[in-house]
């Protein structure tokens, strides 16, 4: 498959295989590679990673959801994409609207998508669609010639997501700052609403990952007859290593406000994810809810 400037585009296989991407960056001598977080941990996680040669790449695109900065760190230094960039958007908006720069902090690139991509507008509104002031959390809305015409022969899911005046509404929550980075802050419907309190997983998951033996957190709410939603941490353990539940409460006890901190904090030896590497919440809410036996009717745990 050719692309513009001559360069061409390798898929190494027909589904995430490390070593065919090793092999193929090696022997194709690759400058650029593309994928989900997940997928460059696995790559660096590969038994054989240190036998490829892949000192032709310097720059790639890593997307679907934040980075840990130790993750970021790793591909810089042992795989030599320093100029790699991340990005944002959906199949909606072909595939992408924001966008880092090669030059970007690492800081920068683990907690922000970037900057709007060229000939794209970018809104950040509340749920009155009223645009909020810069630095207060909203809906990330865009328009531009990225965005779909509609859902194949479905006007009504099209309606619920472009509005007349040809905005998507993406439903990621997200504040910008004064440079125009943006920042998400989770999705709407996996805000956990505690006791009236709105409490983002992705804060929690951002923090949870600066823990050296965790491998991959994803924070979700579940049910509790008292306060509707609490916390809770799914975790799973980088193999080799260890992790106590306490010792992931006292870390949260030491970093976020007392209503953040998750009540039950279970560890999974994977997590359900999208032929593409996205991580299936929905799923991983169910999991979670079977493991600490709540009853969805009553709201109740019980062991």
Same mark, same amino acid.
């Given at each position: 498959?050719?692309?513009?400037?001559?360069?061409?585009?390798?898929?190494?296989?027909?589904?995430?295989?490390?070593?065919?991407?090793?092999?193929?960056?090696?022997?194709?001598?690759?400058?650029?590679?593309?994928?989900?977080?997940?997928?460059f941990i696995d790559l660096l996680r590969e038994a054989?990673?240190?036998?490829?040669?892949?000192?032709?790449?310097?720059?790639?695109?890593?997307?679907?959801?934040?980075?840990?900065?130790?993750?970021?760190?790793?591909?810089?230094?042992?795989?030599?994409?320093?100029?790699?960039?991340?990005?944002?958007?959906?199949?909606?908006?072909?595939?992408?609207?924001?966008?880092?720069?090669?030059?970007?902090?690492?800081?920068?690139?683990?907690?922000?998508?970037?900057?709007?991509?060229?000939?794209?507008?970018?809104?950040?509104?509340?749920?009155?669609?009223?645009?909020?002031?810069?630095?207060?959390?909203?809906?990330?809305?865009?328009?531009?010639?990225?965005?779909?015409?509609?859902?194949?022969?479905?006007?009504?899911?099209?309606?619920?997501?472009?509005?007349?005046?040809?905005?998507?509404?993406?439903?990621?929550?997200?504040?910008?700052?004064?440079?125009?980075?943006?920042?998400?802050?989770?999705?709407?419907?996996?805000?956990?609403?505690?006791?009236?309190?709105?409490?983002?997983?992705?804060?929690?998951?951002?923090?949870?990952?600066?823990?050296?033996?965790?491998?991959?957190?994803?924070?979700?709410?579940?049910?509790?007859?008292?306060?509707?939603?609490?916390?809770?941490?799914?975790?799973?353990?980088?193999?080799?290593?260890?992790?106590?539940?306490?010792?992931?409460?006292?870390?949260?006890?030491?970093?976020?406000?007392?209503?953040?901190?998750?009540?039950?904090?279970?560890?999974?030896?994977?997590?359900?994810?999208?032929?593409?590497?996205?991580?299936? /919440?929905? /799923?991983?809410?169910?999991?979670?809810?079977?493991?600490?036996?709540?009853?969805?009717?009553?709201?109740?745990?019980?062991?």
């Amino acid at each position: 498959m050719m692309l513009t400037h001559g360069a061409t585009c390798i898929f190494p296989s027909k589904v995430f295989n490390t070593k065919k991407v090793l092999a193929a960056v090696q022997d194709e001598k690759c400058n650029s590679l593309y994928g989900v977080p997940t997928m460059f941990i696995d790559l660096l996680r590969e038994a054989d990673f240190n036998k490829y040669d892949l000192t032709s790449l310097y720059t790639g695109i890593m997307g679907a959801t934040s980075c840990p900065i130790p993750t970021l760190e790793d591909v810089i230094t042992k795989m030599h994409l320093k100029k790699i960039v991340v990005c944002y958007g959906s199949t909606e908006t072909s595939p992408v609207t924001f966008q880092g720069l090669m030059d970007d902090s690492i800081e920068k690139r683990c907690s922000t998508i970037g900057l709007p991509s060229c000939h794209n507008e970018v809104k950040i509104v509340n749920e009155n669609d009223e645009i909020v002031p810069i630095g207060e959390p909203g809906e990330i809305c865009t328009r531009g010639y990225t965005t779909m015409l509609g859902y194949w022969n479905d006007p009504e899911k099209t309606a619920e997501v472009i509005s007349q005046t040809r905005w998507y509404h993406s439903g990621d929550m997200a504040v910008m700052d004064d440079d125009g980075y943006c920042k998400i802050i989770g999705r709407y419907k996996d805000m956990i609403i505690r006791g009236g309190e709105n409490i983002y997983p992705t804060e929690i998951e951002n923090l949870l990952y600066k823990l050296p033996n965790i491998r991959e957190v994803q924070v979700v709410g579940v049910p509790d007859a008292r306060l509707g939603e609490e916390v809770c941490a799914c975790i799973q353990i980088s193999e080799g290593k260890e992790c106590t539940e306490q010792e992931v409460k006292d870390y949260c006890l030491q970093n976020l406000s007392k209503y953040k901190q998750p009540r039950y904090v279970i560890f999974m030896d994977s997590f359900p994810l999208t032929p593409t590497g996205k991580f299936q /919440k929905f /799923k991983i809410r169910k999991m979670a809810r079977e493991i600490l036996k709540l009853d969805e009717t009553t709201n109740q745990y019980s062991n």
